[in-house]
């Protein structure tokens, strides 16, 4: 029988966010397949059709999109080429490949917005190791950020360097790099974008505060502590960003602003985010029902924001790996507006993300009380 939602939509990538794209449109009975290379992906368990396979193993790809209508990934580290085919062939991919591409590679992405009039930090490229002298010549700064190309992710494959290691011959990497200003100071927002290619509508800004350890955020406010002028100027700059990408789907603008007040992008993820998590319960529509919406056709939904939100992840600690039990359950229940997520990983691990929560305020004072109360006690803890 053929279910009001028809297509079946194929996601590369079986993660946590996947699992909550598919947990977004359950009540719809909306089908999905999914491929990953972990054979107990968080998706696995609601996938139609689970294909064990490395990301990048176009055969398997290609199998996702026989079997699928259309197509979407949660993750950047993908087989783009196999995908760019596919497209090319007809296949419905969203966001589209020719994104992907620009944005897998970190020094395509920045010579994207310095081609379009979209304000980022100062950059260089650096192809081999030799170059990072030369690179740095046209960089300001004592700390300078070095970033690989191709294949970081939370915050891996990103250094803050002192300009002296460079120059004493101590390069960060030894692959194609970027080489990038530091914004020194700077306030860290995102804002999430939707388009359905016609229409392109933003979430409110949400702010993020960063584990200087872990490199990771770990947790998120929103509404941000932004007047009006600066939160319209961010969202008209993501609007111009993935309208310039010509962007069909969901993205999250990654912006940093100076003390005075500049705003400059530093990256974009064409999926849902981490720093949207909170939309779920705090949005009206959130990130992941608007990204079903996209790819099955139907109008956006409203993005406002019903109440304050803080939101932050369960990481995995330190010196604990496997199983792992949660504490603190209790105390948490108890308190109002507590919203949790577990992302159904059977293992943990130092700095794997395991899950996240959500508290839910009259006022942001009041959902970030409760939500340091929460922290306190919530942990993840050896079994
Ligand atoms: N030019 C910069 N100036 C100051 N801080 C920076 C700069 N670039 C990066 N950072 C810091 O490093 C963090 C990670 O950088 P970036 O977002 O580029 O990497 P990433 O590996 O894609 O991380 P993630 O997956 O967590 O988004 C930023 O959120 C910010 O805190
Ligand atoms: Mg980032």
């Given at each position: 029988m053929k279910q009001p939602f028809h297509p079946v939509i194929g996601i590369i990538g079986g993660g946590q966010l996947g699992k909550m794209l598919i947990e977004s449109a359950m009540s719809w009975n909306v089908q999905y397949n999914v491929i990953d290379p972990d054979p107990n992906a968080s998706c696995k368990a609601y996938a139609k059709t689970f294909i064990n396979s490395d990301l990048k193993d176009k055969e398997a790809i290609f199998k996702l999109a026989q079997i699928s209508d259309i197509l979407t990934y949660e993750i950047e580290h993908v087989n783009t080429e196999a995908l760019l085919e596919l497209e090319k062939q007809g296949k419905i991919i969203i966001p589209s490949p020719k994104i992907l591409s620009i944005i897998q590679d970190k020094g395509l992405q920045k010579q994207f917005y310095i081609d379009n009039g979209l304000p980022t930090a100062n950059f260089q490229l650096v192809q081999k190791n030799k170059d990072w002298k030369e690179a740095l010549s046209h960089i300001n700064g004592e700390k300078v950020v070095a970033k690989l190309c191709?294949?970081?992710?939370d915050g891996k494959g990103v250094a803050i360097v002192n300009r002296s290691e460079i120059l004493s011959g101590n390069f960060p990497f030894d692959e194609p790099s970027i080489i990038e200003e530091f914004v020194s100071e700077c306030r860290e927002i995102a804002v999430l974008v939707g388009s359905n290619g016609i229409e392109t509508i933003t979430w409110p800004c949400v702010e993020m505060h960063f584990d200087?350890?872990?490199?990771?955020?770990?947790m998120l406010f929103s509404p941000a502590n932004l007047d009006q002028e600066t939160e319209n100027k961010a969202c008209n700059i993501a609007i111009a960003a993935i309208k310039a990408l010509n962007g069909k789907g969901i993205f999250a603008v990654e912006l940093f602003i100076t003390p005075s007040g500049d705003i400059l992008i530093n990256e974009i993820a064409p999926r849902p985010h981490n720093s949207g998590h909170h939309t779920i319960e705090a949005c009206v529509t959130s990130q992941y029902e608007q990204l079903n919406r996209i790819l099955l056709n139907l109008p956006l939904g409203n993005t406002d924001l019903v109440k304050p939100a803080v939101m932050i992840n369960l990481i995995g600690p330190e010196m604990v790996s496997g199983n792992y039990k949660l504490t603190g359950l209790e105390t948490a229940m108890d308190i109002p507006g507590f919203y949790l997520h577990l992302y159904k990983k059977e293992e943990t691990r130092p700095g794997r993300k395991m899950g996240h929560y959500t508290v839910m305020g009259d006022s942001i004072e009041t959902a970030r009380t409760n939500a340091l109360k929460i922290k306190n006690v919530l942990k993840i803890s050896a079994l």
């Open positions: 191709k294949g970081g992710y200087p350890t872990l490199n990771l955020v770990d």
